[in-house]
């Protein structure tokens, strides 16, 4: 996997043309194994208990080698496909995991690993989505080689376990520090905008709220100052507060200390929205003692406060209005979905709104096009219909069939691909309106988000 001359020994890495075999047997984990494993591997920061570390004991964790299922790799980079027979060759690709291999011995040699001996690292073996090619590389290096990175083979020299455990803890000191100042510009902004409400607030209860948000704020923004200097987590005033009284009142230190990162983040999420709500529709009395609110954004007032959500409603419309109609990116920005030209019945505008949410839904998946919109004419299109057709039979077979068109949620130029995330039973007439519709966006647009033109009127 290296030039036939080798490096210099100290710089010396994976050498050989393929991993040794070996016999290997597939056990699958136990739930309590399961779960603890999955905890470790999506929280860096979570600490298991004594049991916990007792399961991970049993399993060897630091060797343990992963294959299938739903994994999670962490500090993945770029990912490129280098088969020049794929579509996306040279270009980032969707990569399916199959195995994670740590540099473990096989058959009780471990010496083809080099510089990589019992180093903490892993090994991820996978497949590019389009076109089945096995890639493997190790996500500690790929995510510092950039986009050029070939990752072909396993991995360039990364240095020695002791670099990088070193490297490692460097890059969680900054990413720490990085968090502290934002948690230290969140917390200041808290502070300002509660601090601002409550001297314009005329009630007094309200102003008592606003004051303790303000407050909470300071709290937030002196921990994360802490933090960005130290580069170590530093809590809040308030955490420790509630962990502590937690604790006396009996909870074990765990849930304690989770009960006060809680309330922690509550009071920041439930201040800024709180203020942010009094100073947009601040409230007055008149001299007749009637209660009035007063919204900007419409331009009218009304009696009762309870209706703001409607105008709020009325607001959200406005502004998504605005951003069809001028959009920042030609190439980017929200798809509009307008009825048919013929119009359309109640039971036609709901299948409208509901392609339209799974549309918002595969978006938010990552299951739409890198590309952006594609054209759906030749091989493309015949697969699209194979699928549709499948799909058809399966649903008959099942003694549910279809009682109009079989759909693709999302449509194939959104998606590139001929299978559909959701498939759902439309009429004819919406699946054309729709689709002749997706035509009014250039090749490659990307969406943020699909809008119904019947939901923002």
């Known amino acids: 996997?290296?030039?036939?001359?080798?490096?210099?020994?100290?710089?010396?890495?994976?050498?050989?043309?393929?991993?040794?075999?070996?016999?290997?047997?597939?056990?699958?984990?136990?739930?309590?194994?399961?779960?603890?494993?999955?905890?470790?591997?999506?929280?860096?920061?979570?600490?298991?208990?004594?049991?916990?570390?007792?399961?991970?004991?049993?399993?060897?964790?630091?060797?343990?080698?992963?294959?299938?299922?739903?994994?999670?790799?962490?500090?993945?980079?770029?990912?490129?496909?280098?088969?020049?027979?794929?579509?996306?060759?040279?270009?980032?690709?969707?990569?399916?995991?199959?195995?994670?291999?740590?540099?473990?011995?096989?058959?009780?040699?471990?010496?083809?690993?080099?510089?990589?001996?019992?180093?903490?690292?892993?090994?991820?073996?996978?497949?590019?989505r389009y076109c089945g090619t096995v890639i493997a590389y190790d996500p500690l290096i790929a995510s510092w080689g950039?986009?050029?990175?070939?990752?072909?083979?396993?991995?360039?020299?990364?240095?020695?376990?002791?670099?990088?455990?070193?490297?490692?803890?460097?890059?969680?000191?900054?990413?720490?520090?990085?968090?502290?100042?934002?948690?230290?510009?969140?917390?200041?902004?808290?502070?300002?905008?509660?601090?601002?409400?409550?001297?314009?607030?005329p009630e007094p209860a309200s102003k008592a709220l606003l004051a303790f948000s303000a407050a909470h704020g300071v709290d937030q923004a002196q921990a994360g100052f802490r933090t960005a200097w130290s580069g170590e987590y530093q809590r809040t005033l308030t955490s420790e507060g509630v962990d502590y009284w937690a604790q006396k009142l009996g909870a074990n230190p765990k849930a304690a200390y989770a009960l006060g990162e809680g309330v922690n983040l509550g009071f920041s999420l439930a201040g800024g929205a709180y203020a942010s709500y009094r100073l947009a529709t601040p409230a007055f009395v008149s001299e007749t003692g009637t209660q009035y609110v007063y919204a900007p954004s419409i331009g009218s007032s009304i009696e009762n406060e309870g209706h703001n959500a409607a105008l709020f409603a009325q607001y959200k419309q406005a502004l998504?209005?605005?951003?069809?109609?001028?959009?920042?990116?030609?190439?980017?920005?929200?798809?509009?979905?307008?009825?048919?030209?013929?119009?359309?019945?109640?039971?036609?505008?709901?299948?409208?709104?509901?392609?339209?949410?799974?549309l918002n839904l595969v978006e938010r998946e990552g299951y739409l096009s890198p590309t952006g919109r594609v054209s759906t004419s030749g091989a493309l299109r015949a697969d699209a219909n194979k699928f549709a057709a499948i799909e058809r039979a399966r649903a008959a077979e099942a003694g549910t069939p279809y009682q109009g068109f079989v759909g693709h949620a999302a449509d194939t130029t959104w998606t590139n691909r001929p299978d559909a995330a959701f498939w759902v039973d439309v009429s004819q007439k919406i699946n054309s309106s729709m689709g002749s519709q997706a035509k009014r966006y250039p090749l490659g647009y990307f969406p943020t988000r699909f809008v119904y033109q019947g939901e923002i009127e």
Request: hydrophobic share 40%; glycine share 10%; net charge negative.
């Open 320 to 358: 998504t209005a605005a951003e069809i109609e001028n959009p920042g990116n030609s190439m980017s920005g929200p798809v509009l979905f307008n009825g048919p030209l013929s119009g359309a019945t109640a039971a036609e505008e709901a299948e409208i709104m509901e392609s339209v949410s799974l």
């Open 146 to 201: 950039g986009p050029n990175n070939p990752m072909l083979g396993l991995a360039p020299y990364l240095g020695t376990p002791q670099d990088v455990a070193a490297t490692i803890q460097l890059q969680d000191q900054v990413m720490t520090s990085v968090g502290g100042a934002g948690r230290f510009v969140g917390g200041s902004l808290e502070a300002a905008v509660s601090g601002t409400a409550a001297v314009v607030d």
């Open 1 to 128: 996997m290296s030039d036939e001359a080798p490096d210099d020994a100290d710089t010396e890495y994976i050498r050989v043309p393929f991993l040794p075999e070996g016999k290997a047997q597939i056990i699958p984990l136990e739930y309590e194994e399961a779960r603890i494993v999955s905890f470790m591997a999506a929280d860096s920061y979570f600490q298991p208990n004594s049991e916990d570390s007792a399961i991970l004991d049993r399993l060897d964790y630091n060797n343990l080698v992963r294959i299938g299922g739903h994994q999670i790799i962490p500090n993945a980079g770029d990912i490129l496909c280098r088969n020049d027979e794929c579509e996306f060759f040279g270009r980032r690709v969707y990569f399916e995991p199959v195995a994670r291999i740590p540099p473990i011995p096989v058959r009780g040699a471990d010496e083809f690993w080099y510089e990589f001996q019992r180093g903490d690292v892993e090994f991820c073996f996978g497949l590019c």
